[in-house]
């Protein structure tokens, strides 16, 4: 952390940009923070977002910490990056370039309202028209928002996710006394980012209703842990949210759907998965059974994710057990229905991936 601050004199980050820096937890690096201060090796200059800068004896702290400096990334040097995009730029062919991802991997745009996808996003966004994006698990919602939004904060929702895991809570600090971190919410809010509720609808209504008075017209929470303060949304904040109907537990109330002006489907690219030269057959048989799944006679039907695992298990262990994991991966109840169309496409009998004799 004192490398980060050292190689920027004079420029202050906020905890959640350290954070995303490092890879590690907001409440960790703020007590980090914390501790370089109370050191005299950095300063506090800023509030509200807490922001952190280097003093003349930084450097010496930087020097004696293991490992290169970490590069400022630049969603983090650039908070509204993703409202303020430019649009996407079209390819020699007349196609949008794929957009790299945080994890490295290319994400290829798709059309939506005759836009690219990640454009129509973006206008959205500018527009403050919050977005669902719902789907079965694998066809690319995430994918797409990390795309669309460089300055993406993400919260993982599911049934154990608090107010506090949203808002904020107090942390034991390195004197052992405690300090209250802010949250996603409240650093999305102060910040002017985009906040992703992944899996928005595993989590309680009661804790949603925590996010929904900085949605709406007022723009604006009470933290009641935190003395009551109350946080008021920068330009740029924009709440956008994935759901997995098919997932047990993931329930869409009212409430919550009121909230997402637009609700958008979001189904595999099959097209692109034959783009990305994965095996034929493979591909073939996920259409066989989405086709299938629509019509109501099978449950499940392998999405982008699986076919890029197929591909990926077919380059190490062969076609052969990359086709018997596809059949094992599938849920109990369509096993069977999926091992006859597998083996019906491949010409021969296929079961589920197992271990077989000692050799």
Not at 83 to 101: D, H, K, L, M
Not at 275 to 291: E, F, G, P
């Amino acid at each position: 952390m004192a490398k980060i601050l050292a190689a920027s004199p004079g420029t202050g980050f906020t905890v959640t940009e350290l954070a995303r820096m490092l890879g590690h937890s907001g409440g960790a690096v703020g007590n980090a923070c914390e501790t370089l201060v109370c050191r005299g090796e950095a300063e506090r200059s800023g509030a509200k977002p807490r922001t952190y800068q280097a003093t003349s004896m930084t450097g010496a702290a930087a020097q004696q910490a293991p490992g290169p400096a970490p590069e400022p990334s630049p969603a983090a040097s650039v908070p509204h990056q993703s409202a303020r995009q430019a649009p996407t730029a079209p390819s020699p062919g007349g196609r949008p370039e794929p957009i790299t991802r945080p994890n490295g991997q290319k994400y290829h745009p798709r059309t939506l309202a005759q836009l690219p996808d990640v454009e129509a996003l973006r206008r959205l966004r500018e527009a403050q028209v919050p977005v669902l994006l719902y789907g079965p698990p694998g066809t690319g919602k995430t994918s797409l928002i990390e795309a669309a939004f460089p300055d993406l904060i993400t919260v993982a929702g599911d049934g154990d996710t608090t107010v506090g895991d949203l808002i904020g809570e107090y942390t034991q600090d390195s004197s052992g006394g405690y300090e209250f971190i802010y949250g996603p919410l409240v650093t999305a809010m102060q910040e002017g980012r985009a906040l992703l509720l992944d899996d928005a609808t595993l989590i309680s209504p009661k804790v949603l209703a925590a996010l929904y008075p900085a949605m709406d017209g007022r723009r604006q929470i009470q933290v009641k842990a935190h003395k009551g303060e109350t946080i008021t949304a920068a330009d740029g904040f924009y709440v956008i949210a994935g759901h997995n109907p098919g997932v047990h537990g993931a329930v869409l109330t009212e409430a919550l759907a009121s909230r997402f002006s637009v609700q958008i489907q979001v189904g595999s690219d099959y097209d692109l998965a034959a783009a990305l030269k994965i095996n034929r057959t493979a591909v073939r048989i996920a259409r066989h059974l989405a086709a299938s799944q629509q019509a109501g006679d099978v449950g499940w039907a392998p999405q982008l994710r699986e076919l890029i695992a197929f591909q990926k298990i077919a380059d190490v262990l062969g076609t052969e057990a990359a086709f018997a994991n596809l059949v094992g991966i599938a849920p109990l109840e369509d096993r069977d229905t999926v091992a006859e169309i597998v083996t019906k496409a491949i010409g021969r009998p296929v079961t589920a991936l197992a271990l077989g004799r000692q050799l």
